[in-house]
């Protein structure tokens, strides 16, 4: 995770070989993978815990409830990877860094595979854990297409990558970066309070593919892959390029700065 000012002429890259098997790969992707199983475990079992208590989840109460457990386990697990690997924790997040160049391919890959299992491995966790419960899964509510579902991730998942950007990758975030797990948590939480109630509010591509494998739902699935990877892409894409200056716009606006007081 870069922590500097974008390099002049930075843009996506690949990646060398040797990226595959240097400690610092492995380590992140086994803290992606824990991480990542964390958040979906308190995630997913807040769901089938309003479940086991109240035959009918759909009320005010439910949704609160899910979105505050999404919100809290989201910052935890955002705070125990974010100096290893960035805390993605997200599929998506992944590709909104390596669109703006924060991440390599190489990396992304190993990212996207460690988050995958991780989501699969707290899925199966919970169903052993709780008899073997069924996962829900994410569906899409009554009168609410696939594509208007699809324009609903992207917007949400845009608002979660920007608060991502700004809190964690963003170079003059300052004293904000010590509250940026909370920050990207909350953010969830309230994108869960307003979609949740039309498509279940996913954001996280392995957030939804876990249930869905260990419960075998697929169901309008594409919807939450397409959705966050648009909305991440481009939060990614204008947040880099437009709201972070390049090098050398960094260095020309402090080469036409007037001198403070004490600089002559």
Do not use: C
Not at 21 to 39: G, V
Not at 193 to 212: C, E, H, I, Q, S
Not at 237 to 249: D, F, N
């Amino acid at each position: 995770m870069s922590t500097g000012v974008r390099p002049a002429g930075r843009r996506f890259t690949v990646g060398r070989s040797e990226d595959a098997t240097h400690p610092d790969t492995i380590r992140a992707a086994i803290s992606e993978f824990l991480a990542t199983a964390i958040f979906v475990f308190a995630a997913e079992g807040s769901v089938l815990s309003l479940g086991k208590m109240y035959r009918d989840m759909s009320t005010a109460g439910g949704l609160v409830t899910v979105a505050l457990a999404h919100a809290l386990a989201l910052a935890a697990a955002v705070s125990v990877a974010v100096n290893i690997s960035g805390g993605h924790l997200n599929p998506a997040i992944t590709f909104g860094a390596l669109i703006g160049g924060r991440i390599s391919l190489i990396r992304a890959v190993f990212y996207w595979v460690a988050q995958l299992l991780g989501a699969i491995a707290a899925t199966l966790l919970l169903r052993l854990a709780t008899g073997g419960t069924r996962p829900p899964g994410f569906a899409l509510a009554s009168g609410v297409g696939d594509w208007h579902a699809v324009l609903l991730e992207a917007a949400m998942t845009f608002g979660l990558m920007y608060a991502y950007y700004a809190t964690v990758i963003d170079p003059k975030r300052g004293s904000v970066g010590t509250i940026a797990p909370l920050a990207v948590g909350f953010m969830l939480g309230a994108n869960v309070l307003a979609g949740g109630a039309f498509d279940g509010a996913g954001m996280n591509p392995a957030r939804v593919f876990g249930p869905a494998l260990v419960g075998w739902r697929w169901r309008h699935h594409w919807v939450y892959w397409l959705g966050p990877f648009l909305g991440a892409g481009v939060a990614g894409i204008v947040y880099e390029y437009l709201v972070i200056p390049s090098a050398e716009a960094a260095a020309t606006h402090a080469h036409h700065q007037p001198l403070a007081p004490e600089d002559y």
